[in-house]
């Protein structure tokens, strides 16, 4: 494809650079925001009779159809052309001829791509938005049936105190909650309309910045021109969301790959959503959840790529900055595929009630409430402690467990020991008792699914647009 800037060279460019320098392989894919923010460009350049208004609308037109044309297949893109930017108005030339060559008044590559990444992130940002909500209500959903169902809670991977698995999946969805909040501060300030900056110094021509800015639905223009052209703060801090969701979902993998073992058996995925082995008959494995704790590597290395691509640039433009499309692009596909992948996967998930309470009741889980029962009998809790800490040594020592002691043995350890002990360090007493706002206790859980809904409803229907 001839270049436009063919008149300043006297040699056409060296194939391989031209490959080098070439965009179109990547951007190509904002087809429809290009041609959508050169429509409200042109229309307004008609408005302010920079250009023939005929001349204005005979362009509207070449683009919607250009635009038809590529959904429809019928025209494909040429992947010598510099960017997504020449490639649809040399083709609008092509149509129009020298009308379509007035598209380009008043305005810069510069601008029209500061514009173009942040209409299209912007609809990248609201699916990431509704695929995380579905997400965090199929958790909820989760959560609902299992606000009874006891499992050991763990720190540094050992049993700890006993939860429901209710209560731990709520946890995940105050971590989506806060992802689904960073999407929509992310989404504010990249609503804001560039174009008018021009190559970087604005223009002479009687633009009219706020009706471009109105026809494309931005909530405002851009305050400096050369910060208009300069900007990817957007990107870095939607990469930065995405990063931290996907932090989050690859905690939730890493545990779905432990409680689908056979140490754990606490849950079986469906085998839509697992996969075998080529050589090992018996094995069914979570590849999937592998996979998203994989990808977050990709998304965290994105947002390092933006950072360190921008943080020698002067101002304004720079070439490096067309590199900002691949990474944070990749962001938005992997966090899109993952949790798309990961909702129907937990949805289709087999609960092992049965072994999660199994587990709970090995492993001296109780062993707190043990010593708050000696607590609540009026004695200090650090000797409770003491004691209760010698009554599970003694417990490991002859492989028994507090709920299998006699009350002789109790006894002998302390007098403030009596019957009512049995009923203290219970599972399910251990969980109910355990009602403080945020607890685990199931009328707890069933509130804060109550909060989390209320959350998501209002979250989804305000923020953005
Ligand atoms: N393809 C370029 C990018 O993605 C478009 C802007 C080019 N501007 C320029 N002056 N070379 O950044």
């Known amino acids: 494809m001839a270049k436009m800037w063919a008149g300043r060279f006297k040699k056409e460019v060296d194939a391989k650079v031209n490959d080098f320098n070439s965009s179109i392989s990547f951007d190509a ?31 509207v037109q070449g683009l919607k159809g250009i635009l038809a044309d590529i959904e429809s297949g019928v025209l494909e893109f040429d992947m010598t052309a510099e960017d997504i930017h020449m490639f649809v108005e040399a083709e609008l030339t092509k149509r129009l001829g020298e009308t379509g060559k ?12 500061a514009l173009d990444i ?34 050991p809670g763990y720190t540094h991977l050992q049993r700890a105190q006993p939860i429901t698995f209710g209560h731990h999946l709520m946890a995940y969805v105050q971590m989506l909650l806060r992802d689904i909040g960073r999407l929509q501060d992310t989404y504010k300030r990249m609503n804001v309309m560039p174009l008018g900056s021009g190559a970087l110094a604005s223009t002479t021509y009687p633009i009219d910045r706020r009706l471009v800015s109105d026809l494309l639905g931005f909530s405002a223009p851009t305050q400096n021109s050369l910060d ?22 690859s905690r939730l993998s890493e545990e779905v790959i432990l409680w689908c073992s056979w140490e754990f058996k606490f849950i079986e995925l469906d085998d839509a959503y697992s996969t075998g082995s080529s050589i090992m008959p018996q094995k069914k494995n979570p590849d999937i959840t592998e996979l998203v704790r994989g990808k977050t590597a990709r ?29 944070v692009f990749d962001s938005c596909k992997t966090a899109k595929l993952c949790v798309s992948t990961m909702t129907p996967m937990l949805k289709t998930m087999k609960v092992l009630k049965e072994n999660m309470r199994n587990a709970a009741a ?11 029962y000696l607590v609540k009998k009026g004695m200090a809790f650090r000797d409770a402690y003491k004691i209760t800490g010698t009554l599970v040594a003694y417990c490991i020592d002859h492989d028994k467990t ?3 002691l006699s009350l002789q043995e109790y006894q ?33 859980v069933k509130q804060q699914i109550v909060e989390a809904r209320k959350q998501l409803e209002y979250e989804m229907t305000s923020k953005m647009d």
């Open 29 to 59: 894919v904002m087809y429809k925001h290009d041609i959508e923010g050169s429509i409200a460009h042109a229309m307004m350049l008609g408005k302010q009779n920079i250009i023939d208004p005929k001349e204005a609308e005979l362009i």
């Open 362 to 372: 090995r492993g001296f889980i109780n062993a707190t409430d043990c010593a708050d």
């Open 402 to 404: 507090l709920e299998t």
């Open 299 to 327: 998304a965290i290395g994105n947002l390092t790529t933006l950072l360190t691509m921008m943080k020698g640039l002067p101002l304004a433009y720079n070439k490096d900055m067309q590199e900002d499309k691949e990474a």
């Open 102 to 113: 007035r598209l380009h008044t008043a305005r810069s590559r510069n601008d029209q791509v």
């Open 228 to 249: 208009g052209v300069s900007d990817r703060d957007f990107c870095i801090e939607l990469a930065s969301a995405v990063a931290t969701l996907m932090m989050h979902l």
């Open 118 to 151: 942040r209409m299209y992130l912007k609809d990248e940002t609201k699916e990431i938005e509704v695929l995380v909500k579905e997400l965090a209500e199929t958790l909820c959903d989760i959560a609902e049936e299992h606000t009874e169902t006891v499992m």
């Open 412 to 444: 002998s350890m302390h007098p403030s020991f009596e019957s009512d002990v049995f009923d203290a360090i219970s599972l399910d007493t251990c969980v109910k008792g355990r009602n403080v706002l945020g607890g685990p206790a199931p009328e707890m």
